[in-house]
């Protein structure tokens, strides 16, 4: 679609993925890790379980080609900030 400035029209909502910042709090650390991926929170999870059935070995990384790998038994939480989908363009919501 191609829009002009001042024309009126409205441009339809669509759907941007956006990354998902996951940050990671380690026992015995003082600062937690953190990255951001393009992964959904639900697939960040996951691995966590894998990894525990697992080597043990929680292994992520970013769109940026950075990795994180943590033993899960020394994880004491993971939070997730964003909700990798953000509504873009104009109208009525």
Request: glycine share 12%; proline share 3%; no cysteine.
């Amino acid at each position: 679609m191609n829009l002009r400035p001042g024309s009126g029209a409205r441009i339809r909502d669509e759907e941007e993925r956006h990354d998902v910042e996951v940050r990671i709090g380690v026992q015995h650390s003082p600062r937690e890790l953190s990255l951001e991926t393009k992964e959904s929170q639900d697939a960040v999870l996951q691995a966590f379980k894998d990894a525990g059935a697992g080597d043990g070995l929680l292994a992520l990384s970013d769109d940026r080609g950075r990795s994180v790998v943590v033993p899960v038994e020394k994880v004491l939480y993971l939070e997730f900030s964003g909700d990798g989908v953000r509504r873009v363009g104009f109208g009525e919501s």
